[in-house]
T-cell receptor, first 112, second 114 residues
């Protein structure tokens, strides 16, 4: 069964800290992996999309890496800010299914 | 573009009533997806369309759920009759292609069935 797991489920850090969110998936045959941010009561905002042929993507203070062979992706947030507080979701598009499977998310709180 | 637009944002209805959720995808996007989000099950894909044609509806929970896409700029998700366990946030998303581009989500419709 194709599954996506995110650890930790919740994280609280002081402002300014660099942090890493983890995403693991059960099948290395994927088309792509996408990281999203969800604010309370809001929709999902796409942060980064990594194709299966890529190793990483960067956008501002965010860097996402992909290691297909080990079934892992990490989202690195540099110099965290209170405005980064949200739930971060990882979604994997497994080959042959054309369905994004979502992890359950990491709820991040950055303390001022 | 204004992004993916969903309506209504909130819906409260009584058990047994028909509920219709609406979605306007981003112009030019060929793929449209309906997701449901609950605390227990997270985000689940219900159905997706390609060029207005339903491709995979295996995630639709029961026959009470139906979805249509009469044209490239409009889709509906209907629940008839509604039940309390249908209470969830329903998201619509669209993407330019299936594999190579980002999926853009609407703000969601929070459905409460009492």
């Amino acid at each position: 069964k194709q599954e996506v797991t995110q650890i930790p489920a919740a994280l609280s850090v002081p402002e300014g800290e660099n942090l890493v969110l983890n995403c693991s998936f059960t099948d290395s045959a994927i088309y792509n992996l996408q990281w999203f941010r969800q604010d309370p009561g809001k929709g999902l905002t796409s942060l980064l999309l990594i194709q299966s042929s890529q190793r990483e993507q960067t956008s501002g203070r965010l860097n996402a890496s992909l290691d297909k062979s080990s079934g892992r992706s990490t989202l690195y947030i540099a110099a965290s800010q209170p405005g980064d507080s949200a739930t971060y979701l990882c979604a994997v598009l497994f080959s042959g299914t054309y369905k994004y499977i979502f992890g359950t998310g990491t709820r991040l709180k950055v303390l001022a | 573009d204004a992004g993916v637009i969903q309506s209504p944002r909130h819906e409260v209805t009584e058990m047994g009533q028909e509920v219709t959720l609406r979605c306007k995808p981003i112009s030019g996007h060929d793929y449209l997806f309906w997701y449901r989000q609950t605390m227990m099950r997270g985000l689940e894909l219900l159905i997706y369309f390609n060029n207005n044609v339903p491709i995979d509806d295996s995630g639709m929970p029961e026959d009470r759920f139906s979805a249509k896409m009469p044209n490239a700029s409009f889709s509906t998700l209907k629940i008839q009759p509604s039940e309390p366990r249908d209470s969830a946030v329903y998201f619509c998303a669209s993407s330019l292609t299936r594999r190579d581009t980002e999926a853009f989500f609407g703000q969601g419709t929070r459905l409460t069935v009492v």
